[in-house]
């Protein structure tokens, strides 16, 4: 995750509400609701995002499975890189080349 934020964390660069547009805009954002309670927040395109990754260390965000249904266990799994700060979603992370359990960010 970026400058040091733990994954899962709300990333370096992700906004809180306080925030307002000029700033968000200033760093190439966009002012959104996000997430179940909608809470405005700067959602920034990460520069990576989308490349293909097998593990989180290859991305600024999160190296996500991003096919309908996930190999089984024992294969080799590619992710695609976060395509931005908004962490909201349901989605499977990919770890070491395998993908992990699902998880859902709300």
């Known amino acids: 995750a970026p400058d040091g934020a733990a994954a899962g964390d709300t990333p ?8 307002d547009e000029q700033s968000c805009s200033a760093k190439g954002g966009t ?6 309670m909608g809470a405005m927040t700067c959602v920034l ?3 990576d995002g989308g490349k293909p990754c097998t593990g989180k260390a ?3 965000g999160r190296c996500r499975f991003e ?6 266990a024992t294969a080799t799994a590619v ?3 976060q395509r931005t700060t908004a962490p909201c979603g349901c989605f499977a992370t ?6 992990q359990g699902m998880l859902c960010v709300d």
């Open 31 to 36: 002012m959104r609701r996000i997430c179940l």
């Open 94 to 99: 990919v770890e070491d080349g395998k993908v």
């Open 58 to 60: 290859q991305c600024l």
């Open 79 to 81: 992710g695609a890189c």
């Open 45 to 47: 395109k990460y520069a």
């Open 12 to 19: 370096a660069g992700a906004s809180s509400a306080k925030d």
């Open 67 to 72: 096919g309908d249904t996930p190999p089984p």
